[in-house]
């Protein structure tokens, strides 16, 4: 077992070489490789522990991280110049590993990143339903994990991951896993968490949800009584639990 890290800024982890997408990778985050058969590679993702396969090329030496990104988006530029052509568009909560400060941009092997779009490795953000309203109207994409594209799970984990609070990839992972399950009838409050089956959405205030859904296909709010009722009459079921972090 070996340990490399991301270098592309969005990666499809792979149920099986070829096969259909599970979930995603941000530049810089690290994985264990397991096996390399034919220009794949079998990994499991430091950050969450979701196995899968990404194409080798994906994959570059193990790097120490500096900072992370927590702007909704970023670019990184070819110099320390927000007028200097862009390389890449990076995701909130990819890592990147700076050389140094110059100008106000970060320098890295990847190119110039504004210092204000990152924080060190190390500190975290303290409200993960502010993090996931940075995400409003990204499309809705199944697996998905970036600024670009975003499901119900990857919306979650994007928050409490920001926040220091381990958390799955997959939302029934996250509903065994996260926080306290509360009894029926208890009022709901912001940052609580709802579940159907297939399904979980962050409770943005009393009557408000903020999720990623296929109904709109992508982050938005909805009132909590019309999802509540819309995901049962199309046939998706009823709320299966309400959890407070």
């Known amino acids: 077992m070996t340990q490399h890290r991301i270098i592309q800024p969005v990666v499809d982890l792979m149920r099986s070489p070829d096969g259909p997408r599970d979930r995603q990778l941000l530049y810089g985050e690290t994985v264990a490789v397991t096996d390399t058969v034919e220009g794949w590679s079998r990994i499991t993702s430091d950050k ?3 196995p899968g396969w990404v194409r080798s090329g994906q994959l570059g030496p ?11 988006a970023t670019h990184a530029y070819t110099q320390a110049d927000m007028k200097s052509p862009d390389i890449a568009s990076l995701s909130f909560g990819g890592k990147i590993a700076a050389r140094s400060e110059v100008n106000g941009f970060l320098e890295t092997e990847l190119g110039f990143i504004p210092a204000v779009h990152a924080k060190p490795i190390g500190v975290t953000l303290t409200d993960p339903v ?8 990204t ?3 199944w697996g998905g994990n970036s600024r670009s594209g975003l499901d ?15 958390c799955p990839g997959d939302s029934g992972d996250q509903e065994r896993a996260v926080g306290q ?9 912001r940052g609580d968490l709802l579940f159907w089956k297939g399904h979980v959405a962050w409770v943005y205030a009393e009557d408000m949800l903020l999720h990623a859904n296929a109904f709109h296909m992508d982050v938005t709010f909805e009132p909590m009584a019309q999802a509540i009722a819309r995901i049962k009459d199309q046939g998706d079921g009823p709320v299966t639990s309400h959890k407070r972090l």
């Open 48 to 50: 969450d522990g979701y």
């Open 62 to 72: 193990d790097t120490p991280a500096t900072h992370w990104i927590t702007a909704p």
């Open 130 to 137: 502010a993090v996931a309203e940075l995400f409003l109207g």
């Open 139 to 141: 499309p809705y994409l």
């Open 152 to 166: 119900c799970s990857g919306l979650v984990q994007a928050g409490l991951l920001a926040c220091g609070m381990p």
């Open 181 to 189: 399950t509360l009894p029926d009838g208890t009022p709901p409050q």
